[in-house]
């Protein structure tokens, strides 16, 4: 943005404003650099934003993770003789106030590319103009963004392995260099430790975080980094087992920035091998459905395939309700689901299976799951949740379409084989032996009465026959017209 007449006006001395949103640390933080390397005094600011947590549930995990984590910065730019200003209310509205009581030259933020956001910040700019305040953004927690990786004629991609093969291309050294903060942190104000509003103030319960051994901040990210770096080399061949420690649990630290990408990215490169190959190409996956979300902001509500978009989907409250709770009788969906209610993470190979379950079995709408999902997930991102739902659901980004249905008895069986995960979130079917605990309904008498189960009782029957239902899913998708034949 060029400097209007008033903020030109401003003394050179004047503080500049770092607004933190999902980028909360100090170290490789793009805006944070900029504004100190521009020179001080430099503040640092951040919102509990009404507008999204008043809609939130008052036990969320996100929202105490974000809190540990925002309290740790506090503690660590205090340290350093600064503070992390904290605020709670409507962000539009408070950023704006603090800028103008403070007499700011300018605010500096990292870009967030969901559609809200968007449109925060236009408005947020369009206030700062008229107060002589500049409002700059800067690209930070993702390598590519936007327009920056296109088609050799220009436009977006939609389909991942071109894409994965057009980022690693463009992707250089320079593209992955982290900001050096630490070498400017003399800029920042000096200024005296205020206060910031506890979890019960926010208006927030305490949950299960702690119990789950989720470390907030960036800490706790540091740690399951150097973890997952010992593990690293087998991610490719232990990724898609649930019961087993295969990926790196940093997702919930990506999204909220408490570790940086550049450093993840690089590192992967760095490492070679195709453990860490494997693993950078989830990296690339997050940014590609990233730049979906940029070029197609309509994807939240309606289907990447506009003809896939009025599908005649079931709408059976009781069905979805009993897949949100677990208890749809295919043990793998319903240990997958209880994972998710119980501690806010559900494993990458799950949510797939998840999906297809709610999608292609009972023939419910993917937004409802994908709603579900986004209220429970800790780690939930709309660019990625929505580009896996689609994906899921044969409506988005996906080389192979609606044909793609994946079998839960069959997964269970190739990706829990010992059923393990299975015992840990489905107890009650935890003395089946191994050959009957994946398709309950298959065993014997006997075996389910030396297991403890009645099904219908202790634990239901199937609700639906997935063979007979895999052709209807089949014969729903399959409309001439969307299909264009």
């Known amino acids: 943005m060029t400097p209007t007449n008033q903020e030109s006006a401003r003394p050179s001395h004047a503080e500049t404003l770092v607004w933190l949103r999902r980028d909360l640390r100090l170290d490789d933080q793009a805006a944070l650099y900029q504004a100190l390397k521009r020179g001080g005094p430099v503040i640092v600011a951040f919102i509990f934003d009404r507008v999204i947590l008043d809609q939130l549930p008052r036990a969320d995990r996100r929202v105490e993770f974000i809190h540990g984590s925002v309290a740790s910065l506090k503690t660590e730019l205090q340290a350093l003789g600064g503070d992390l200003i904290v605020r709670h209310g409507v962000a539009e509205t408070e950023i704006v106030k603090l800028a103008v009581e403070r007499g700011v030259r300018a605010v500096y933020c990292n870009r967030d590319y969901e559609p809200s956001a968007i449109a925060r910040d236009k408005a947020v700019a369009a206030q700062m103009d008229g107060h002589g305040i500049g409002f700059e953004t800067f690209k930070d927690q993702v390598i590519f963004e936007r327009d920056e990786i296109l088609t050799a004629s220009g436009t977006m991609f939609s389909v991942y392995t071109p894409y994965n093969r057009a980022w ?25 430790p205020e206060p910031m509003p506890d979890l019960e103030a926010l208006g927030f319960q305490r949950t299960n975080l702690a ?23 087998g991610y490719r061949d232990q990724r898609n087992f649930p019961a087993v420690k295969g990926v790196s649990y940093l997702s919930v630290h990506l999204r909220f920035g408490t570790i940086s990408p550049r450093l993840l990215a690089r590192t992967a490169m760095a490492h070679g091998g195709e453990g860490a190959t494997t693993w950078l190409n989830e990296l690339i996956w997050r940014e590609f459905y990233q730049q979906i979300l940029w070029h197609r902001p309509d994807v939240v509500e309606h289907a990447f395939k506009a003809d896939l978009d009025d599908l005649d989907f079931s709408r059976d409250e009781a069905q979805f309700q009993a897949w949100c709770e677990g208890c749809t009788g295919y043990p793998l969906v319903d240990a997958a689901m209880r994972q998710l209610n119980e501690t806010g993470y559900m494993h990458n190979r799950l949510r797939m299976v998840a999906a297809s379950f709610l999608v292609k079995d009972l023939l419910i709408d993917w937004r409802w799951g994908e709603r579900y999902f986004a209220e429970k997930l800790i780690d939930f991102d709309l660019a990625s949740n929505n580009g896996g739902w689609q994906w899921a659901a044969g409506t988005g980004c996906d080389a192979q379409p609606y044909f793609r249905i994946f079998n839960p008895v069959s997964q269970s069986l190739k990706f829990d084989t010992e059923a393990k995960f299975i015992r840990r979130y489905v107890p009650e079917l935890a003395r089946l032996s191994t050959e009957a605990i994946h398709a309950p309904w298959l065993a014997k008498p006997l075996e389910l009465a030396e297991g403890g189960v009645i099904l219908g009782k202790t634990y239901p029957h199937p609700m639906v026959d997935h063979a007979k239902q895999r052709d209807l899913a089949l014969r729903l998708f399959k409309r001439p017209e969307a299909i264009g034949t």
Request: net charge neutral; proline share 4%.
């Open 168 to 192: 690693m291309k463009a992707c250089d050294a320079f593209q992955l260099k982290a900001y050096p903060v630490r070498t400017y942190l003399a800029a920042l104000q000096v200024c005296q």
């Open 211 to 233: 119990d789950l051994g989720i470390k907030p901040g960036v800490d706790g990210a540091a740690v399951l980094f150097q973890d997952f770096l010992g593990r690293i080399d």
